[in-house]
Structures are given as C-alpha cells and as structure tokens.
C-alpha cells in the first residue's frame, strides 16, 4: 500500500493506524499547496482531488478519505481490536464518532486555516470549536480513549484534528480529560512513528 501524506494535516490519522496496524506500506509526503511530489510528480495526476490522504493498494485500487482509509487499515487486522467488528454496535458508535470528528471538528478548523476568511469571524469560529471541544472532553470523563479502554480509528483521528488548536491560537489547557487522552495517545509507539515520519516529532 502506498499512502500520500502532508505533515500534520488530517492524512496524520491513517498514517498512525498503518503503523499501528503492522501492515507493510510507503508513505509519499504530497503537499497540498504545490500539488507536487518531492521528485516533482505533479500530484493531481495521482489524485485529481488534490488533498490527502490518498491510499493506493497493491492492485491499483485507491481510498480518498481518512475515516474510510482508516477503517480500511484497521479491519485487515481484526485481532488488533483498532475498529470494532462489523455490524456491532460498537462500530456504529465509532462510525458516529467518525462522523462527528469529520463534519463538527474537522471542518470547524477549515476556517481558521483559510487565508481569505474574514479577521472578525475567527472568534465565532474557535467559539463554536470550543463547545464542540468541552462536549468531547466530558465524554472522555473517567475512560482512556473514545470507546473505552481500547484506542481505535476514532482516537487517531481525535488525536491529529484536536492537535490543530495549537496552530490556531486555542487554549483548551483547562479540557483536562482531553488534554490527558492527547497525551495517552501521543505516547504510542505506533503515533510516535507517524509524527517522526512527518517531521512532528525528533
């Protein structure tokens, strides 16, 4: 599996669930101002949406988006437990987890990120971030990961897009439950392979 990555940016979450999942791949860095490849590969040809994460399997066929790549990754290797089992309720939840971090969180930041929006709009942005933020935050009260004890697609994904407040002026040092579940993940051996492979981490 080939996997096209930008430092940081939403793509980090597959990135940290292959190397969780121990399955063999090459990670392509592919920025998403440029749209060129380090060796100068226009990237749009590859992937004509421009953006990652963009996963190429060994028979050619590709996934564009990270939740999807995600569960993907995770559901070749069952017994790892990184995605529950099809049809459970529990994938449900992490399907609505998914969703939530996608539509509420994720694309809550865009703004933020985009050099055209309005000054003055910002603060009801990050305002709206922040409810958003505090909600997850109490359900993280009193267990380890999203889901309980056992870190899943929806915790890598938390993880890349909760690490974005820092890049936008956000102080969420009072989330204490998020700030904790930040940490526990960043521990992983498997999320500090991705950060080091994209240059996050020394």
């Known amino acids: 599996m080939k996997l096209y990555y930008s430092p940081g940016a ?9 190397h969780e999942s121990g399955l063999p791949f090459e990670a392509v860095m592919a920025s998403t ?8 590969t226009d990237y749009l040809t590859i992937n004509p949406l421009g953006y990652v994460p963009f996963l ?23 017994a ?38 309005p000054a003055d709009y910002k603060p009801s942005v990050k305002e709206r971030l922040m409810q958003r933020l505090t909600w997850v935050d109490a359900q993280l009260a009193g267990q380890d990961h999203l889901q309980g004890s056992t870190f899943t697609v929806a915790d890598a994904y938390l993880f890349t897009v909760s690490n974005w407040t820092a890049f936008v002026g956000m102080d969420i040092a009072g989330l204490s439950n998020l700030v ?18 994209e240059g996050l981490l020394k």
């Not at 060994?58 to 990270?66: A, P, Q, S």
Request: proline share 7%; aromatic share 8%.
């Open 56 to 78: 190429v399997l060994d028979d050619g066929r590709t996934l564009h988006e990270g939740p999807v790549i995600g569960q993907y990754v995770a559901d070749q290797v069952p």
């Open 10 to 18: 939403c793509s980090l979450a597959p990135h940290i669930m292959l």
């Open 180 to 197: 904790a579940f930040r940490a526990r993940v960043a521990a992983r051996p498997g999320v500090q392979a991705a950060m080091k492979a």
């Open 33 to 40: 101002k440029t749209k060129k490849l380090a060796d100068g």
């Open 80 to 117: 790892t437990g990184l995605v529950p089992a099809h049809g459970s309720w529990e994938r449900y939840k992490q399907q609505e987890w998914l969703t939530f971090i996608g539509t509420e969180l994720h694309k809550g930041f865009s703004p933020l990120f985009a050099p055209n929006t």
